[in-house]
C-alpha cells in the first residue's frame, strides 16, 4: 500500500501570508496527486489534480507542484476564506489520503 | 448541476451491516464514463476510500476493507449502495460519496455527497 504523509499537521499563518504544505508518497505516483480543501461539517474540495492542474472554478492562487514522491500546495497569499483542513490524496493505486494539515490563525 | 445525495441509517448496532445508498441527481450515472465511490472520515480524523463502482458494475476496494465491503449499483434508480458488515466502533465515521473526475477509478473526486454521520453503538 501506498503511504501518505504530510507536513506541517498545523500551519497558523496570517491573511496575505504565502503558505506552502508538503505532501510526501511512500512510493512514487507519478503526477497522480490531488489537493482537497475541507471545512468544518463539509464535505472536501477538490482544489488540485494530476499535482498541478487547478479545478475549475478555483482561485488561481492556489498552485500545486512536484511529481514523483514529493509534492506541494502552495496558497500565494492567505485569504480569510482559506483557513481551512488541506488533504492530499493520491490515486495511482488505489486511492490514500494524507492525515491533513489545518491552517489556522496566527 | 450534478448532486449525490447520502442516505441511510445514523445508528447501526455493533457485528451487523451499515447500509448507504447515494443518490444522484442532474445527471445519470448509466450515460457518463465516470466511476462513483464512497469515502469515509471518523470524526476528526482522516479520510479513508472504500471502494468505488462503474455502472455496469464493476468494483474496486480498499484491500483494508475488502472482505467486508459490497457496492452495487442500481442504474433505474440512479443510485449506487454500499454496505459494510460486521461493524464495530471503528467503522463510526462519516460517509461521504463522490463521483471520479475522469475515466477510470484512478482519478480524483471532484463532485461529493454533503456527508452522513454513521454511528455504531448499541
Known amino acids: 500500500d501506498i503511504q501518505m504523509s504530510q507536513s506541517p499537521s498545523t500551519l497558523s499563518a496570517s491573511v496575505g501570508d504565502r503558505v506552502t504544505i508538503t505532501c510526501r508518497a511512500s512510493q512514487t505516483i507519478s503526477s497522480w496527486l490531488a489537493w482537497y480543501q475541507q471545512k468544518p461539517g463539509k464535505a472536501p474540495k477538490l482544489l488540485i489534480y494530476?499535482?498541478?492542474s487547478l479545478e475549475s472554478g478555483v482561485p488561481s492562487r492556489f498552485s500545486g507542484s512536484g511529481s514523483g514522491t514529493e509534492f506541494t500546495l502552495t496558497i500565494s497569499s492567505l485569504q480569510p476564506d482559506d483557513f481551512a483542513t488541506y488533504f492530499c490524496?493520491?490515486?495511482?493505486?488505489?486511492?490514500?489520503f494524507g492525515p491533513g494539515t489545518k491552517v489556522e490563525f496566527k | 448541476q450534478l448532486q449525490l445525495q447520502e442516505s441511510g441509517p445514523g445508528l447501526v448496532k455493533p457485528s451487523e451491516t451499515l447500509s448507504l445508498t447515494c443518490t444522484v441527481s442532474?445527471?445519470?450515472?448509466?450515460?457518463?464514463?465516470?466511476?462513483w465511490g464512497w469515502i469515509r472520515q471518523p470524526p476528526g480524523k482522516g479520510l479513508e476510500w472504500i471502494g468505488s463502482?462503474?455502472?455496469?458494475?464493476?468494483?474496486y476496494y480498499n484491500p483494508s476493507l475488502k472482505s467486508r465491503v459490497t457496492i452495487s449499483v442500481d442504474t433505474s434508480k440512479n443510485q449506487f449502495s454500499l454496505k459494510l458488515s460486521s461493524v464495530t466502533a471503528a467503522d463510526t465515521a462519516v460517509y461521504y460519496c463522490?463521483?471520479?473526475?475522469?475515466?477510470?477509478?484512478?482519478?480524483?473526486?471532484?463532485?461529493w455527497g454533503q456527508g452522513t454521520m454513521v454511528t455504531v453503538s448499541s
Open positions: 442532474g445527471g445519470s450515472i448509466s450515460r457518463s464514463s465516470y466511476y
Open positions: 494530476k499535482a498541478s
Open positions: 490524496q493520491q490515486y495511482n493505486s488505489p486511492g490514500t
Open positions: 463502482i462503474y455502472f455496469t458494475g464493476s468494483t
Open positions: 463522490a463521483r471520479h473526475s475522469g475515466l477510470g477509478p484512478n482519478n480524483a473526486f471532484d463532485i
